[in-house]
């Protein structure tokens, strides 16, 4: 299946709840992942998730954030047509005054070509 490769000033971000559900996306992670924005806002953050992806990835994402840290790492996203694309994300946990919520945010930036060979390497070995 086709990848798309970032460019190098593509920057994508997204925004969920306590859950994982999908409250913002912007305009590089609707266009690049396939979708409208309104087909993602209130979905599952899942709905990205590229079967290639270690779980143990994301427990350590979530146990990280959940203790109010913040993760990086590599990551391999499937678009809707059935492509993937591979970023380096940072996410955090934030809290949104107004509505009273926690929240995570993920800005997500072109990996390099050995950065994504590494990763490759190292999720065959997790589960
Ligand atoms: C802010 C934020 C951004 C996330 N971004 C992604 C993402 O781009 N791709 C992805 O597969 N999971 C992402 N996740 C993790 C998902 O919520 C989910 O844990 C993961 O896709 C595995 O699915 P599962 O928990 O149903 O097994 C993100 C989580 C948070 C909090």
Not at 45 to 53: K, L, T
Not at 101 to 106: D, E, G, L, R
Request: charged share 30%; net charge positive.
């Amino acid at each position: 299946m086709q990848e798309y490769i970032l460019k190098n000033d593509d920057f994508l971000v997204s925004q969920t709840d306590e859950k994982g559900t999908i409250l913002f996306a912007n305009d590089d992670f609707c266009k690049i992942a396939g979708y409208k924005l309104d087909e993602l806002i209130g979905k599952p953050h899942n709905i990205v998730r590229h079967s290639d992806m270690p779980r143990a990835a994301f427990k350590d994402l979530w146990d990280t954030v959940k203790e109010g840290k913040v993760w990086n790492g590599y990551v391999k996203n499937k678009t809707k047509d059935g492509g993937h694309y591979w970023v380096y994300a940072t996410v955090y946990p934030m809290y949104n005054e107004v509505m009273r919520q926690k929240t995570y945010m993920s800005c997500r930036r072109k990996p390099s070509k050995e950065e994504i060979e590494a990763a490759q390497q190292l999720y065959k070995t997790l589960r």
